[in-house]
C-alpha cells in the first residue's frame, strides 16, 4: 500500500468542507478558492476543483454570479446558498466530532505504546 494513495483520499474526504469553509465568509472565484487550499497546503488544481464546485451547486449548496473584471474575461463568483450555510454548521459539528475521536484513538494508542 502507497501512503500517497492513502493521503490523497485523506484529503479528498474533507476537500468539499474546506471550500465550503472558504466561501463562509465572502464570495470568491476559482483562482482564490485554489489559492486559499494551496496556502493551507491542500494540493488542488483547477481539473478536481471545477467538477466538485459544479456538484456543490446542483446539490443546491452554492450559487453564483458573473462579475466583471478590470483584468480579462468575467469572473465566476462562487457563494454558498443558506442551505450550502446549514450545511456547513452540520459539517462544523461533525468535523468536530471526528476530530476529537480521532484524537482519543490515536492519543490513546500513542500513550499505550510509551
Known amino acids: 500500500m502507497k501512503i500517497e494513495n492513502t493521503k490523497a483520499q485523506m484529503r479528498k474526504g474533507v476537500l468539499e468542507f474546506c471550500i465550503l469553509s472558504v466561501l463562509k465568509d465572502d464570495d470568491a472565484y476559482v483562482a482564490e478558492i485554489l489559492d486559499t487550499l494551496k496556502d493551507a497546503k491542500l494540493l488542488v488544481v483547477e481539473g478536481t476543483i471545477y467538477p466538485l464546485l459544479t456538484r456543490l451547486k446542483n446539490a443546491g449548496l452554492l450559487n453564483y454570479r458573473w462579475e466583471e473584471s478590470t483584468s480579462g474575461p468575467p ?40
Open 75 to 114: 469572473r465566476k463568483y462562487y457563494g454558498l446558498t443558506e442551505t450550502g450555510k446549514l450545511f456547513l454548521k452540520e459539517l462544523d459539528t461533525t468535523w468536530s466530532e471526528l476530530q476529537n475521536a480521532v484524537n482519543i484513538v490515536t492519543n490513546t494508542k500513542a500513550n499505550k505504546n510509551e
